[in-house]
């Protein structure tokens, strides 16, 4: 089609003054702004009498309802709905946090004693992701897990829908930009779950895309001010705000310093420094605007702070010991992308993943913020790289520069009429519970063989049979999942390492025997879920006065032979 360009366009040119042919003029506008500028940019019209050329120009139109954008959104969307009916809920604080929430919305009132666990129960504890606790509550009790599922993937599918459209306005073709995506979600799949941390990944994404365009000239500093109440709100939704903060300070911090050595900064006088620190002041003040004060930030030190949880929680190890290969290969490429840039100064938004990028190798539950950070990073780079520049010369069509044109506010609506389309229908269905598969409910599905589902109607029984805050033995992962689906009992241990503590999660982690013997004499719990390959299991089974009550999803369920025998 390229090479019939010139033809094209002297053709357009001789039937400026056809009126007749003006919807023909429409679709060679059409197909030169697509060629060129890889979008869409002006309305096709469709009524005229020449019914081939109208034929000809509905169907264009239809094509401006399909970007790349739209085409990502629905791919993914349709990915997490299927894919991710089981294992977004793969992580056992996706209950335990339902379940806080919940409780909340019941009393209403704040948590500030444990109500969940037998060994700490009455202890102080604070509901550090309260806000977040109470909207996943919330959207629970009106559409179950199925609407979970369901804002989950909207939010994910819309949010790096919009990512990739930053890409593509920074001139990147689909296919560099979709690739580059892929590499992200390869890095942050295993961490994609119904759960607080999406808030962070969320918001981290957009308070770096805005420190991009501060540095980038694209905002001024004064708009760097809707900063405070979004902190403000992260706070309140997860402890994720510390790497916010966190990436606030270095890029204001080495802003600063290029200053300094009289290197392109944003910052181009006393009174945009003034309000730059302002800001970021006002921002860290913003922690204690919650309804816990201080203790909320001392919870989340003491997780980030320790040194057992890592030992526990597989998530909070290190890349090394993870294999995240897809970590380490996006790492490698950023870095060498980087690198091209030389012997241009690099911007300081440029050298904040590489932080990131250490954080992650460090605990590589930071490895889809990592992933977040260099998509966004890479948009404002890439074309002023050697590397893109070399695969240029080779003459890779994929590492071309699209001017990117700006549509109007209408393809803007036309863009996300298919998204809202597909979205709205399915609320419409989970509201009415119609059965109908992706869109309708019921469609969330815990995993049996990760999930011990088939134990379920014994553990409730055995609930409903016994007082209220009756203790039950369990493995780390069975904490919130016990929590949510038997709130009647007690759990041994759950997610919330703030509350048991290094010693709490050390003594979980050494439990043998004689340690299981112990704790039943003194709790006088009489079940136990375990984990068929724990080393609790393995200690479980040489005990005598025990028996398997029942088996299924991995999961091993004991019962004591001779019932109350340790009260």
């Known amino acids: 089609m390229k090479k019939y360009w010139p033809q094209c366009t002297r053709l357009f040119t001789r039937l400026q003054s056809k009126d007749e042919f003006r919807p023909f003029r429409a679709f060679l506008t059409l197909t030169l702004s697509r060629?060129?500028?890889g979008s869409f940019r002006a309305p096709i019209d469709s009524h005229t009498t020449n019914k081939p050329l109208r034929k000809a120009c509905i169907r264009v139109n239809s094509y401006q309802y399909f970007s790349p954008e739209t085409l990502f959104f629905l791919v993914f969307w349709l990915f997490l709905m299927t894919y991710g009916r089981s294992e977004l809920f793969k992580d056992p604080d996706t209950f335990l946090h339902t379940a806080v929430g919940e409780r909340m919305l019941e009393s209403g009132r704040l948590i500030y004693t444990d109500p969940f666990s037998f060994t700490h129960h009455g202890r102080p504890w604070i509901a550090q992701q309260w806000l977040a606790e109470c909207a996943m509550a919330v959207i629970h009790k009106l559409d179950g897990l199925d609407g979970l599922l369901l804002v989950t993937a909207t939010l994910l599918a819309g949010f790096y829908a919009w990512i990739l459209h930053r890409l593509a306005r920074s001139g990147l073709q689909f296919m560099m930009a979709f690739l580059i995506l892929a590499l992200a979600f390869a890095c942050s799949s295993l961490h994609f779950h119904v759960r607080p941390l999406i808030a962070s990944i969320l918001l981290l994404g957009i308070v770096?895309?805005?420190?991009?365009?501060?540095?980038?000239?694209?905002?001024?500093?004064?708009?760097l001010a809707w900063l405070v109440p979004l902190f403000i709100l992260w706070t309140n939704l997860h402890g994720g705000v510390l790497g916010g903060l966190g990436t606030l300070a270095v890029a204001a911090g080495g802003w600063t310093a290029w200053k300094i050595l009289g290197w392109e900064s944003p910052i181009q006088g006393v009174r945009d420094g003034a309000v730059l620190y302002l800001v970021v002041l006002l921002c860290f003040l913003s922690i204690y605007i919650n309804p816990y004060g201080a203790e909320l930030p001392k919870a989340w030190f003491s997780i980030y702070g320790s040194s057992v949880v890592p030992q526990v929680i597989d998530e909070h190890v290190s890349a090394w010991r993870q294999g995240a290969f897809f970590l380490l290969f996006f790492g490698a490429a950023y870095g060498l992308v980087l690198a091209g840039i030389y012997p241009r100064r690099p911007r300081i938004t440029w050298l904040i993943p590489l932080v990131w990028l250490y954080l992650a190798c460090t605990r590589i539950r930071n490895a889809p913020l990592f992933a977040l950070v260099a998509?966004?990073?890479?948009?404002?780079f890439f074309f002023q790289s050697r590397v893109t520049e070399w695969m240029v010369r080779k003459g890779s069509v994929t590492f071309r520069r699209i001017p990117y044109a700006a549509g109007t506010g209408r393809d803007t609506l036309r863009r996300w009429a298919v998204p809202g389309g597909l979205v709205a229908p399915a609320l419409v269905l989970h509201g009415l519970s119609v059965s109908?598969?992706?869109?309708g409910t019921p469609w969330a599905k815990l995993n049996p063989r990760h999930?011990?589902?088939?134990l379920l109607p014994e553990l409730q029984a055995y609930a409903a049979a016994h007082p209220e805050g009756t203790p039950v033995f369990n493995d780390f992962l069975y904490g919130g999942f016990l929590i949510y689906h038997t709130p009647r009992l007690r759990v041994y241990i759950d997610g919330r390492c703030e509350l048991y503590g290094d010693e709490g999660l050390l003594a979980y982690g050494n439990l043998d025997g004689a340690a299981v013997t112990a704790l039943a004499e003194r709790y006088g719990f009489d079940i136990a879920l375990l984990e068929n390959d724990s080393h609790v299991n393995q200690a479980?089974?040489?005990?005598?006065?025990?028996?398997?009550?029942r088996q299924g999803g991995g999961a091993v369920l004991y019962r004591r032979i001779n019932p109350g025998a340790g009260r």
């Open 35 to 37: 060629g060129e500028r």
């Open 208 to 223: 770096f895309a805005w420190l991009g365009d501060y540095e980038s000239g694209r905002k001024s500093v004064y708009r």
């Open 375 to 380: 998509t966004i990073a890479l948009g404002d």
């Open 436 to 439: 109908v598969p992706v869109l």
């Open 451 to 454: 999930w011990p589902v088939a």
């Open 540 to 549: 479980m089974r040489t005990l005598a006065g025990w028996e398997v009550w």
